[in-house]
């Protein structure tokens, strides 16, 4: 690592490592887009984030309070005020869909600050850049169930964007089909999950690993209801 790097790093914590100049120095030591777009998304809450990558990056211990005393923001959300924000969610016609979204979104939330907590022990790059990735698919799937839920409460219909409909849209075909259609389904699903289970394990393609687990998850996702359905 650049001592320049290094020596900028330590003055910017010893200063109170503001986010702005953390993200000028985020960009300066090259880090991968994924940490970039993460910090973008929200820097401030993401101050951390920031700590822990320059830190690891540069060999510079984080045990002094002096570097951490100004802790990620995390905004936190009551069940009481969630709902009084969608208040569709208790109408009894509220769409199923919606309904799960809105589950999906709290577990997504305490997965949130789980990661946080993780990314302050990281040991290594590697680790750090891990939980990063996480982080930011945690924080994009939140938006997209965040956009669906307003864009409800505005139009009154739909977004539809959001993979869980296409889940929803899959059970629907599975409950019209017969017995011996189902078994069919059952062997082409298995035969995908074996496909892409292989793709991940040559590791050829790291880049697409993400996309990798979405297909591996919804094939999985879609054989349990098939199991489910044959009994």
Request: charged share 30%; hydrophobic share 35%.
């Amino acid at each position: 690592m650049d001592e320049n790097i290094k020596n900028k790093v330590q003055s910017w914590l010893l200063e109170g490592a503001s986010t702005s100049e953390g993200l000028r120095l985020i960009q300066e030591a090259n880090a991968p887009s994924f940490v970039l777009r993460l910090i973008r998304s929200n820097p401030l809450a993401n101050r951390q984030v920031m700590i822990t990558y320059l830190c690891r990056l540069c060999g510079i211990e984080t045990n002094d309070e002096v570097y951490t005393r100004s802790p990620a923001i995390i905004i936190t959300r009551k069940s009481e005020s969630f709902r009084g924000e969608f208040p569709f969610l208790n109408e009894p016609n509220c769409p199923a869909e919606l309904e799960t979204l809105a589950s999906r979104k709290f577990a997504k939330y305490h997965g949130y600050v789980r990661l946080h907590k993780q990314l302050r022990d990281c040991t290594s790059l590697k680790e750090c850049a891990d939980v990063s990735r996480q982080l930011i698919d945690n924080y994009l799937e939140n938006r997209e169930i965040w956009e669906e839920l307003n864009y409800y409460k505005v139009h009154h219909t739909l977004l539809g964007k959001h993979p869980i409909f296409k889940e929803f849209t899959r059970r629907k075909e599975l409950l019209s089909l017969s017995v011996k259609e189902l078994m069919h389904r059952k062997s082409k699903i298995e035969n995908n999950i074996w496909r892409v289970k292989n793709e991940i394990k040559k590791n050829d393609k790291p880049h697409l690993d993400a996309l990798r687990g979405e297909r591996l998850l919804s094939y999985e996702t879609e054989l349990a209801e098939v199991n489910r359905l044959l009994g």
